[in-house]
Structures are given as structure tokens and as C-alpha cells.
Nanobody
């Protein structure tokens, strides 16, 4: 069983930055991969960024060069640094962990608006 708790969402102006955190209840090195997804109203959930236990990262084309996924193994936390935010980044951001099964956090709202 893996519990995930996201934090760090909020309201930010276009061009601004936010850092999202995802705290896991187990050692993240034991988790095959951890990802950030997002879901906007009326849209399908989409993969934003992923980091594997080996440190490999990948990003959706829409966020490449603006978002950075990283992890702190000592604190069992994965981060999503979001820069140059755009209104179309507005969504609920969810943390996902794959450790035999899929685990999800409750999500954190990110709103980009002036």
C-alpha cells in the first residue's frame, strides 16, 4: 500500500512559478516510477512528467523546457517545478506511483490566471 499526499497548488499569474510536492508513505526508491498527471475540467487526464527509480525523466511536449520533475529520496518526496506557467496549465494535478499496483493522491488545484 502506498499513500500519496500532494501539496503546493494555488493561484498564480501567467508567467509565474509553482512547486508541487508529493509525499509518499514508503521509500520512493522502492517505487518503479512516479508521475505527475493533470486533469482539466471536461478533458481527459494527461501525463505531465515521470521519473523512474533509476532517475530517468520524461515530459509531455506541452511542458518540456518549463517543468522539471525531481525527487528527494531521503524525504520520500517527488517535486514538480513549474515555470513560465500558462492559463492552459490550469488543472488538478495528481501524483501517481507504480509499485505493482497504481496508486493516486487526492490532487492539488493549480489555477493560472491574471
Amino acid at each position: 500500500q502506498v499513500q500519496l499526499v500532494e501539496s503546493g497548488g494555488g493561484l498564480v499569474q501567467p508567467g509565474g512559478s509553482l512547486v508541487l510536492s508529493c509525499a509518499a508513505s514508503v521509500r520512493i526508491l522502492s517505487i518503479y516510477k512516479m508521475s505527475w498527471y493533470r486533469q482539466a475540467p471536461g478533458k481527459q487526464r494527461e501525463l505531465v512528467a515521470v521519473i523512474t527509480s533509476g532517475g530517468t525523466t520524461d515530459y509531455a511536449d506541452s511542458v518540456k523546457g518549463r517543468f522539471t520533475i525531481s525527487r528527494d529520496n531521503a524525504n520520500n518526496t517527488v517535486y514538480l517545478q513549474m515555470d513560465s506557467l500558462k492559463p492552459e496549465d490550469t488543472a488538478v494535478y495528481l501524483c501517481n506511483a507504480v509499485k505493482v499496483w497504481n496508486y493516486w493522491g487526492q490532487g492539488t488545484q493549480v489555477t493560472v490566471s491574471s
